[in-house]
T-cell receptor, first 113, second 109 residues
């Protein structure tokens, strides 16, 4: 059982380029999340999905979009990357999305130059 | 606004006990989580408290006082592998997780 996988592990990207971070879970969890983690700050929620076919905006959604076509996959797209989007991105999932524990993927380290 | 406060860094000695505090001010409360995060790795779940009191799980215990907006994580018999960041997170009234910046715990031999 892999749990949650993310790809790529790391990426250096030129500003203005489009980039999709991939996230796949095999736990059949209903809810999935995208966070960014920056030094000195707590994890900040970008977007979430409580169930396949639905998505919602988190604390810092600007510049990012998501889709949830099925239960397992939750890709995050940066339409036109900017240097302030340099961060470590974590995907997470939970069974019900409310009080359930969130399980995190290994993260993607993204650098935008 | 919503706020979670934790010390930035703590140092402790192998074999000792350490208490990591977390205070919070959030719009509503539906539970408090503690996660452990080793450097360069993903956060992993440690504990969840929704009622006042102490929850013990092996060497780790977590305490909650809702009236004081306060929690602590207690780590006993510290081991070198406990060197990590410890993240406090609160579920607010909208069931959104609000995260603290984390406490980096350094264990010295």
């Amino acid at each position: 059982i892999a749990g949650i996988t993310q790809a790529p592990t790391s990426q250096i990207l030129a500003a203005g380029r489009r980039m999709t971070l991939r996230c796949t879970q095999d736990m059949r969890h209903n809810a999935m999340y995208w966070y960014r983690q920056d030094l000195g700050l707590g994890l900040r929620l970008i977007h979430y999905s409580n169930t396949a076919g639905t998505t919602g905006k988190g604390e810092v959604p600007d510049g990012y979009s998501v889709s949830r076509a099925n239960t397992d996959d939750f890709p995050l797209t940066l339409a036109s990357a900017v240097p302030s989007q340099t961060s470590v991105y974590f995907c997470a999932s939970s069974d019900s999305g409310l009080t359930d524990t969130q399980y995190f993927g290994p993260g993607t380290r993204l650098t935008v130059l | 606004g919503q706020n979670i406060d934790q010390p930035t860094e703590m140092t402790a000695t192998e074999g000792a006990i350490v208490q990591i505090n977390c205070t919070y001010q959030t719009s509503g409360f539906n539970g408090l989580f503690w996660y452990q995060q080793h450097a360069g790795e993903a956060p992993t779940f440690l504990s969840y408290n929704v009622l006042d009191g102490l929850e013990e799980k092996g060497r780790f215990s977590s305490f909650l006082s809702r009236s004081k907006g306060y929690s602590y994580l207690l780590l006993k018999e510290l081991q070198m592998k406990d060197s990590a960041s410890y993240l406090c997170a609160v579920l607010d009234s909208n069931y959104q997780l609000i995260w603290g910046a984390g406490t980096k715990l350094i264990i010295k031999p």
